[in-house]
C-alpha cells in the first residue's frame, strides 16, 4: 500500500512555518508498513490543490492532507475535495449544532464562516476533533481513501491516532498492526540506540528512536497474523528496553512530559515554586501544560540574571540556582523549589553566546544543584536550560521521592 502526504498553506509555501505535520506522517506510515511515496506542500489555490490532489491518487492508495480546513475563504481542502469527488458539498446539521455548542460552551456566539467547517459531501465521514472546531473528513474512493485533517499539529496529532488511523489499519492486508511508544527524557538519541541496539538489528519487533521536543521517543511495532501475537510482541520487547532505559522513561505516547515531571509532588500532597532567572519563564510555560499545574504549582517568578545575582551576591550560577530554589519554597512555605539561572555572554562570534546553566532543586531532604555550559545562540541556550531543568526534575524527584521516609 502506497500513500502520498499534502501539506495544505501559503504560509508553509513561504517558510513562515515549519512542516512537522509531514514527518509525524512519515514515521507514522513507516511503522505500518505503508510506502510513503511522495510528500509535497501547495498553497491556498483551488486549482493547485485539485491538481495536486489528483497526482496524488493516481499514484497512491491513501492520499493524506493536513491543513485547509478551517472556516475562511482560503481554506480550500473540501472544496478541492469535493471537486475531485465530483460531488457537492452540504451543511451536516448535527456538525453545524456541535460546532455552536463548542462556541456556546466558551461564552461567545459563533461567527457565520464557521458554517463552513460542518459541510460534507455523500462519500466523507467526519473525523471527529475534540480539539478544536474543524472535523476531519476521511472519504472513500473506489479502492482508495482521502483523508482530510487539520493543520494545528496538535489537532492533526489526536485525530490521526484517534479516528484516521484505526480506519487505514482497518484498509490494510497485514491481520494485526500493534505499535507503542516509550518516551524518556536525560539521554540522547544516539546513546538510546546505543543501548537499544541488539534490539533495533534484530527487526521484529521494530524499534526505531526519533528525537522530539518532549526527550527522545522509542516506537515498538509489531505484525502479526492476530492481534494476541503483536501486543505480545511489543510487550516482551518493552519489557526489555525498560530492563535498559527505565531511569530515563516517563511515559507512552499518550502521556505528557508536564504530567511526568509534576506527578511525584501531586502524589506526595506537596506544592512547588519555579524561580527562573535569565531564562524566560519557559521551565514554567512547559510545566503549566499540566492537567496538575493548579493543583502543584504554588508560583512562578521569572526574572532577569541581574536582578538574581543582586539578591544573591553570589556570582556562581550553580550558587545562586541553589539561593533562588531555597528562597521561593521558602516564601511560599512550600516543600520544593526549582531554579534555572541562565548568564550569557558575548561568544566567539556575533551570533552566538555562552551559557552558564545553573539548576537547583530544595526538596525536604536538602538541595541539589547541578551547572551546564554551552555555546549557542540564545534562544537554543533557553531551550537546552528548559530540557535539562525538565531531566533534572525529573531524575531528582524519583531519587528523592524513593528515599524519604514513610
Known sequence: MRAVVLSIGSELMQGFLTDTNATFLAQELNALGIELI????????????????????????IVITTGGIGPTDDDLTREAVS??????????PDAERQIRDYFALRGAPMPEQNVKQAWRIPSSEFLANPMGTAPGWFVRRHDKVIVSM???????????????????V?????????????KTIGIGESAVEQRLIDLVRRGYPTVATYAKDDGVHIRITAMASDRDEAESAVAATIESIR???????????????????????????EHIAIWEAGNAGRLASLVEESILADEVIAGARSTS????????????VQGTAAWCARASANELDVAYGISVVVQLAAGADADRSTGQVGIALAHPGGITSRRHEITAVPHEIRRRATMWAADFL??????TTRHRPG
Open 83 to 92: 471537486a475531485v469527488q465530483n460531488e457537492q458539498v452540504a451543511v451536516d
Open 394 to 399: 525529573w531524575s531528582t524527584l524519583r531519587e
Open 170 to 182: 482497518d484498509r490494510l492486508d497485514q491481520s494485526a498492526i500493534v505499535s507503542r511508544t516509550l
Open 243 to 269: 530492563g535498559e532505559l527505565d531511569a530515563f522513561i516517563y511515559g507512552e505516547l499518550s502521556d505528557e512530559l508536564a504530567d511526568a515531571l509534576l506527578r511525584p509532588i501531586q502524589m506526595s500532597g
Open 305 to 316: 540574571f541581574a536582578l538574581a545575582l543582586q539578591r544573591t551576591d553570589d556570582p556562581d
Open 150 to 168: 487539520p493543520g494545528v499539529p496538535r489537532e492533526m496529532f489526536r485525530m490521526w491516532r484517534e479516528q484516521a488511523l484505526p480506519r487505514i
Open 38 to 61: 511522495g510528500v509535497a506542500q501547495v498553497g491556498d489555490s483551488l486549482d493547485r490543490l485539485v491538481t495536486a490532489l489528483d497526482r496524488a491518487l493516481g499514484d497512491a492508495d
